[in-house]
Structures are given as C-alpha cells and as structure tokens.
C-alpha cells in the first residue's frame, strides 16, 4: 500500500480528528499524537502544514512497517471513506 | 542466539570476535569489556531464559546479527541528544542508553516528541541504574565500548543500518489501561506535579492521591491514539504537597488512573504476541514491574533482556516491555 495514493485531505482529517480509526503502529500512534496535539495548541494554519509535511516524511521512511501497512489498508478500505473519494 | 547472561570473559570472546554488542551489568563488570563495537549501561536486573534475576556477576547480551555491518556509536550530552533522530539510519534503527536521573534523562524526558524526526526511525532503548541497595551511594551510567568511556551524564547510541531486505519495528507490551476514574490534567510539563485538573477541577494532587487512597504501585495512562503510555508514581510528599514521577506528565495530555491487574503474569502473557518472538533483537522491561510483581524467578514468556529505570520507544516510558524486531520486507 503506497502511502502516496491517499490524498492530504485524508491525513488532514486524521490530524484534526475529524476521523479516528485505531491504528497498530506504534510509531504511527505516538507521531499522530503529537502532531494532533500540537495543532490544537498552536494558533495559525502554518502549524497544520508543518504537521503535514512532518507526517509525510514519517510515511516516506516508514511505509514498509507491517504494522503501518496494516493503518494505510485500514484508511484506504475502511472508517468513513468511499472508494471513489481515493 | 538467544540474549542471555555471559560472563566476562564470554563477553570478551565476543567482543574480540568483532560482534556487536548491547550489554547491560554491573560497572565493575562492563568496565572490563575490551574495547570494541558495543555499548553499555549499568543494571543489575535481568529477565533471564530462567526467569527474573539479580546480579552483579554476569553481563546481559544483546548481539546484534552479522547481516548488520554498518554502524556508529556516539555519545550525546544534554544540548547534543535533540539530534538523535536526526542522526539515524534512514532504513536502519538506533538504540539508546542513559544514565537515571542525569540532565540527558531528563532533557530527553521532556523534549523527545519535539525533536527533529521524531519517530521518523526505530529508537529503541533504556535508562541505565543501579541496585535499589546503592540509590544515593553509585552513580549509574552508559559505556561507549569504542572508547571505553565511561559516562555518567551523556547517553550513548548505536546507530545501525539495515540491508534492503530486512525492517526494524518497535512494539509495546503494556498490561495498564485507563480506569473509568476521574480525568486527570497537568498545568505544566513536569517530572514532579502540585496542582493538577480533576475532572475540570483545579486540585492539590498530593492531596487528591492521599484523600482517594490512590494505589501508586498502578500508574496513570494516557491514551495516544490508541497507545496506551504510563506515568509512573514516584513518590508523594505530603509535607510540599507534591507529587513526583519517573517520567514527565504534559499539560494538555488527558491521563487516567490504571485500572488494577490481579496478575501481572497472566496479564502479561495475554498480551504477548502470539507468533514473531524469535524476531524479538532487543528487550526491556520495567523495574516497577519487576518489584511489583516480583518477578525474580518468574519467567516472561521468553522474553529477556534488563530490567531498567525507564523504557524508551521513541519517548520515555514507564512500567512497560518494550521490544524492537527485525523482520524481513
């Protein structure tokens, strides 16, 4: 599962808690955390594309985790996500 | 191989080999270790193959496989260890060891979520001690065996890479969840609370713990998207109206109580994997869990490696088994 499939609209809705599926990785969760809460603490939507950026770079050099291949499956086929909106 | 108890002059057979190493033991002990590609911390504690053991006599060893042929061993002091993702592997994992309750410990307590690359690589490791008889009277500390330094307030890191085929994970075997008590806040970052917010009420915490007779042997959990993290009861100090920890709480960070376990074991075995142990590299669990679920002589489920102040995966952690495995992509 390429993480590069799933659309910023997605991971954004994940940062701001929009959608909550629970996910295995352990890196995932602690990183998603963080980054959800600094966005509730931090004014401006420069802290939303930093929190981006920042969770990309985690998906570049982590897609190949079995656990975190299991979240990406989880995204793409599951929780409140139709087919055609990927 | 198994990761088990050696003796010095086993270790030393290893190390003169050119294995690399992970050890854990007494300072007299890894101050013997010829020099070489490994790293140290002190800890008398251990999850042996034949259950939980103190001593000082033997040294605990984690050999790292021959597949992996690249590393580097740094040392990191209190301004340097916010580098520490940053100088990683991309594609590999690094395992960490610091010294309780020196400026690194509680530097990178604090501030790991915020460093560069936070969580971006596997950064497994542990925080070095001593025997519970020796608080107060030995400092505990970390060996670079590069070196064969000694270091009581710098952690020491062994950043590995990883052929293209294989993949390093870290999990979490955790048997605390959050109780359905009270909802609990911090107004600030910190080892040690005053006030705290009680279900959306400013309180005194020490004397909220003492007036619910609160078990401190349990910890308070905080649910990260789905992790669960501990928050470990050090002390409460009913003359200064405070509460200490062994790990930092965050303001912002909703905790709860943990609920009880009756039986740490079967907790604990419940919890286990139940395939892929044998990709387990490294291990370790937590000395609170050791003591209060006495677990001298008691085996974990195969599971081995020290018994240590504090846990790291990714962050600092407390009551927890933490485990790094290799597995192939």
Same mark, same amino acid.
């Not at chain 2, 605990?60 to 940053?86: M, R």
């Not at chain 2, 596997?122 to 001690?129: A, K, V």
């Given at each position: 599962?390429?993480?590069?499939?799933?659309?910023?609209?997605?991971?954004?809705?994940?940062?701001?808690?929009?959608?909550?599926?629970?996910?295995?990785?352990?890196?995932?969760?602690?990183?998603?955390?963080?980054?959800?809460?600094?966005?509730?603490?931090?004014?401006?939507?420069?802290?939303?594309?930093?929190?981006?950026?920042?969770?990309?770079?985690?998906?570049?050099?982590?897609?190949?985790?079995?656990?975190?291949?299991?979240?990406?499956?989880?995204?793409?086929?599951?929780?409140?996500?139709?087919?055609?909106?990927? | 191989?198994?990761?088990?108890?050696? &003796?010095?002059?086993?270790?030393?057979?290893?190390?003169?080999?050119?294995?690399?190493?992970?050890?854990?033991?007494?300072?007299?002990?890894?101050?013997? #270790? $010829?020099?070489?590609?490994?790293?140290?911390?002190?800890?008398?504690?251990?999850?042996?193959?034949?259950?939980?053991? !103190?001593?000082?006599?033997?040294?605990?060893?984690?050999?790292?496989?021959?597949?992996?042929?690249?590393?580097?061993?740094?040392?990191?002091?209190?301004?340097?260890?916010?580098?520490?993702?940053?100088?990683?592997?991309?594609?590999?994992?690094?395992?960490?060891?610091? /010294?309780?309750?020196?400026?690194?410990?509680?530097? +990178?307590?604090?501030?790991?979520?915020?460093?560069?690359?936070?969580?971006?690589? $596997?950064?497994?490791?542990?925080?070095?001690?001593?025997?519970?008889?020796?608080?107060?009277?030995?400092? $505990?500390?970390?060996?670079?065996?590069?070196? *064969?330094?000694?270091?009581?307030?710098?952690?020491?890191?062994?950043?590995? *890479?990883? /052929?293209?085929?294989?993949?390093?994970?870290?999990?979490i075997i955790n048997i605390f969840s959050q109780s359905d008590s009270d909802t609990i806040k911090f107004t600030e970052n910190s080892f040690?609370?005053?006030?705290?917010?009680?279900?959306?009420?400013?309180?005194?915490?020490?004397?909220?713990?003492?007036?619910?007779?609160?078990?401190?042997?349990?910890?308070?959990?905080?649910?990260? &998207?789905?992790?669960?993290?501990?928050?470990?009861?050090?002390?409460?100090?009913?003359?200064? *109206?405070?509460?200490? +920890?062994?790990?930092?709480? +965050? *303001?912002?960070?909703?905790?709860?109580?943990? &609920? $009880?376990?009756?039986?740490?074991?079967?907790?604990? %075995?419940?919890?286990?994997?139940?395939?892929?142990?044998?990709?387990?590299? +490294? &291990?370790?669990?937590? !000395?609170?869990?050791? %003591?209060?679920?006495? %677990?001298?002589?008691?085996?974990?489920?195969? #599971?081995?490696?020290?018994?240590?102040?504090?846990?790291?995966?990714?962050?600092?952690?407390?009551?927890?088994?933490?485990?790094?495995?290799?597995?192939?992509?």
């Amino acid at each position: 599962m390429d993480y590069i499939i799933i659309p910023d609209k997605v991971w954004l809705d994940l940062l701001t808690e929009k959608i909550k599926p629970e996910f295995q990785s352990l890196a995932f969760r602690v990183l998603l955390s963080r980054l959800i809460l600094e966005i509730k603490t931090t004014k401006g939507s420069d802290a939303t594309s930093k929190c981006l950026r920042e969770l990309k770079e985690f998906l570049r050099l982590n897609s190949n985790l079995p656990s975190l291949q299991k979240d990406l499956q989880k995204i793409v086929t599951g929780y409140t996500y139709k087919s055609s909106t990927i | 191989m198994q990761n088990k108890l050696y &003796s010095i002059s086993e270790v030393a057979e290893k190390v003169k080999a050119g294995k690399i190493l992970l050890l854990a033991g007494d300072e007299g002990m890894l101050s013997q #270790i $010829p020099s070489g590609k490994w790293i140290g911390g002190t800890i008398p504690y251990f999850m042996s193959e034949n259950g939980g053991i !103190i001593t000082k006599d033997k040294i605990f060893v984690t050999e790292l496989p021959d597949y992996i042929t690249e590393i580097s061993i740094k040392k990191y002091n209190e301004s340097a260890v916010k580098e520490v993702y940053k100088d990683g592997q991309d594609f590999g994992f690094s395992i960490i060891i610091i /010294p309780a309750s020196g400026k690194v410990h509680l530097s +990178f307590a604090l501030n790991a979520p915020h460093y560069e690359g936070f969580a971006t690589r $596997p950064l497994i490791g542990w925080i070095s001690g001593v025997h519970l008889n020796d608080l107060g009277k030995i400092n $505990p500390a970390v060996f670079s065996g590069q070196t *064969k330094e000694k270091l009581t307030d710098a952690a020491v890191v062994l950043h590995a *890479k990883l /052929p293209k085929n294989k993949i390093a994970e870290l999990s979490i075997i955790n048997i605390f969840s959050q109780s359905d008590s009270d909802t609990i806040k911090f107004t600030e970052n910190s080892f040690s609370a005053k006030e705290a917010i009680v279900n959306g009420k400013l309180v005194n915490f020490a004397e909220y713990v003492t007036d619910k007779k609160i078990d401190t042997r349990l910890p308070l959990v905080a649910n990260y &998207s789905g992790a669960m993290i501990n928050i470990s009861f050090q002390s409460v100090d009913a003359d200064k *109206k405070m509460v200490n +920890f062994y790990a930092p709480v +965050f *303001k912002e960070v909703e905790y709860r109580l943990a &609920s $009880p376990v009756s039986d740490y074991i079967t907790s604990f %075995l419940s919890e286990m994997p139940k395939t892929g142990k044998e990709n387990i590299l +490294f &291990s370790c669990n937590c !000395i609170l869990n050791f %003591l209060y679920s006495e %677990l001298e002589g008691k085996i974990t489920g195969g #599971i081995t490696g020290p018994i240590t102040f504090g846990e790291i995966a990714y962050q600092l952690l407390n009551q927890t088994m933490t485990n790094i495995t290799i597995t192939d992509i």
